[in-house]
T-cell receptor
Framework: GAGVSQSPRYKVAKRGQDVALRCDPISGHVSLFWYQQALGQGPEFLTYFQNEAQLDKSGLPSDRFFAERPEGSVSTLKIQRTQQEDSAVYLC???????????????FGPGTRLTVL | RKEVEQDPGPFNVPEGATVAFNCTYSNSASQSFFWYRQDCRKEPKLLMSVYSSGNEDGRFTAQLNRASQYISLLIRDSKLSDSATYLCVVNTGFQKLVFGTGTRLLVSP
């Protein structure tokens, strides 16, 4: 079956531009996560949705970062006024159900590699 | 101090060798523990969960020591295809995963 898909796979932006990154989770998965992975580092948590509700956005590095999942399926991560330090791979993951705090395996998409010049 | 700490390596080993990775975590309230594998320019994929009783999956053995807040992964009879970055991952509750920086393994012929 189809896994998590992300688009675009690569994005080059000039400093100061706004970008929007899209994530299509596995069909039927309730929970959706965004992570940021800088070169040579492990992924770092940005934000988490359960259906359309954004339950945790503690990892968003600044108010230039905004995520939404209006219909509880596709999600968009938007970065306004991009800076060079935003250059990273942005990974999206989904899991079946996050209810009750029980852990369900998170399946990752291929990521969007963002380069800010 | 990072929440999850790992030796970044690289670990260079010959085929057939046994190699062990370790990681420590700082949040004593952490609830579940994992090893993920990440190939170059690919997404992380779950390798195995880690339990206090220890668990084994073929050539891979994982162990958790809650008292020491220490997690290990042992790979026996290394294959060329085991070359990858191994990420130590902790679930601190409510789905959020915390990743270590990863340990890079290079298996050579």
């Amino acid at each position: 079956g189809a896994g998590v898909s992300q688009s675009p796979r690569y994005k080059v932006a000039k400093r100061g531009q706004d970008v929007a990154l899209r994530c299509d989770p596995i069909s039927g998965h309730v929970s959706l996560f965004w992570y940021q992975q800088a070169l040579g580092q492990g992924p770092e948590f940005l934000t988490y949705f359960q259906n359309e509700a954004q339950l945790d956005k503690s990892g968003l590095p600044s108010d230039r970062f905004f995520a939404e999942r209006p219909e509880g399926s596709v999600s968009t991560l938007k970065i306004q006024r991009t800076q060079q330090e935003d250059s990273a791979v942005y990974l999206c993951a989904s899991s079946l159900d996050g209810a009750g705090g029980n852990y369900n395996e998170q399946f990752f998409g291929p990521g969007t590699r963002l380069t800010v010049l | 101090r990072k929440e999850v700490e790992q030796d970044p390596g690289p670990f260079n080993v010959p085929e057939g060798a046994t190699v062990a990775f370790n990681c420590t975590y700082s949040n004593s309230a952490s609830q579940s523990f994992f090893w993920y594998r990440q190939d170059c320019r690919k997404e992380p994929k779950l390798l195995m969960s880690v339990y206090s009783s220890g668990n084994e999956d073929g050539r891979f053995t994982a162990q958790l020591n809650r008292a020491s807040q220490y997690i290990s992964l042992l790979i026996r009879d290394s294959k060329l295809s085991d070359s990858a970055t191994y990420l130590c991952v902790v679930n601190t509750g409510f789905q959020k995963l915390v990743f270590g920086t990863g340990t890079r393994l290079l298996v050579s012929p």
